[in-house]
């Protein structure tokens, strides 16, 4: 029995897994996904059906079993759209794709950004990443020297028990086991509004152009009018958030100034405590989010292009239960947007701040009233910007 059979018997002995939904607002909810469509999805949550514009959903997650990549090629699309296949041909400028649940897919070969024919190791990792981060001008096919990885540059052509390339403008057939990958000339994508990623559960990921899920199925459709049809249970998560959300942990302040403790270098941390742990506020764990000290200023070029901050604040969990308190004072292009003193102990607070118009989002972690630095650590969990 294959891995992907396995994992779908297995789901469908625990029955539906369920789903946790987040919306813009930070409100999370738990159920059982029944259906997605461009204007909302319906989650049943109990005994009760509810149903949530889709213009308002951030992130579907769902914990699926991992479901080990199978044996075969691995293709990346010039959008990003990672896909384990179990065959991969190419005939003149068309490829035909054999997905792990037999399906198949055709589309233009000027879509692939690589194709990956060999086995993957820490080492051969690393030396594939590089390769596709280096400058060329031409396609390059990859061949494999024990642990490294070389190339001969040239012009791909067809794939199939042989793979063409040219070189030198001499057709050179080579045996498919001979090569480890082709990875391809830079070239422009053509232009797509991706509306979703969609995680599975084997690791690949579809830049999704829209995606909908009905009678347990999503139909995920691709850029150049590609369509993917994917039982429920391959589908780990879907991520509305591109272009409309940037989370604080994803950028880079314009300016920041820290005070050392006693001579103690410290930093802000990014989706960690300021302790190095996870984010835990409350008792729930936050995969986002800031750590950060006090006598820390950060300040954000935000140039007018969001609408509203939103995080839940508050000192970790894991701090020591002192009689000691933190400052956290949030400004927009000089003017105060919320101040507020929290202790540890204390319930988080969510923070919701309408940001339109401003271009500089300043935020402060000072001492509170007591003037200690003790414990005072704050987390501004699931910290982001929205459109």
Known sequence: MSALVWSLTLTTLLGALPAEVETISSERLTGELLELNDQGLSLKIGDETRVIPTAQVLEIRRALPVVPLPPGPRVELLDGTRLSCKEV?????????????????????????????????????????NLLQRERKNDLLVVRKDEVLDFVPGVAGGLAEKVVFLVDGEELPIAREKVYGVIYRPRNAPAAKIVC???????????????????????????????????IDQVSGLDFSAGRVKYLSQL?????????????????????????????????????????????????????EYSRFRAVAGIDDAAPRL??????????DGRALFEAEFAPG??????????????????????????????????LADAKLTK
């Not at 559960?201 to 993917?228: C, M, P, R, W």
């Not at 607070?349 to 650590?377: H, K, M, S, T």
């Open 89 to 129: 041909t190419i005939t003149r400028d068309r490829a035909t794709l054999t997905l792990s649940t037999d399906a198949q897919v055709q589309l233009p070969a000027s879509r692939f950004a690589s194709i990956r024919l060999g086995e993957s190791s820490p080492t051969l990792d690393d030396g594939w990443k």
């Open 197 to 231: 990623q969609v995680g599975l559960a084997t690791g690949d990921l579809l830049q999704a152009t829209a995606v909908s899920l009905s009678a347990g199925e999503f139909l995920v459709k691709l850029a150049g009018n590609i369509e993917l049809r994917l039982p």
């Open 252 to 304: 880079d302040p314009r300016d920041k100034k820290l005070v050392p403790l006693f001579d103690l270098p410290r930093d802000m941390l990014r989706d960690r405590s300021a302790l190095g742990s996870p984010l835990v506020l409350g008792g729930q764990t936050y995969t986002r989010g800031l750590g950060l000290f006090p006598q820390t200023r950060l300040r954000y070029r935000i140039a007018g």
């Open 323 to 332: 009689k000691t308190s933190a400052l956290l004072r949030i400004s927009g």
């Open 346 to 379: 204390e319930p988080p607070r969510p923070i919701d701040l309408d940001l339109v118009g401003v271009r500089e989002l300043e935020i402060l972690v000072d001492f509170g009233a007591d003037q200690l630095n003790i414990g005072d650590f704050l987390d």
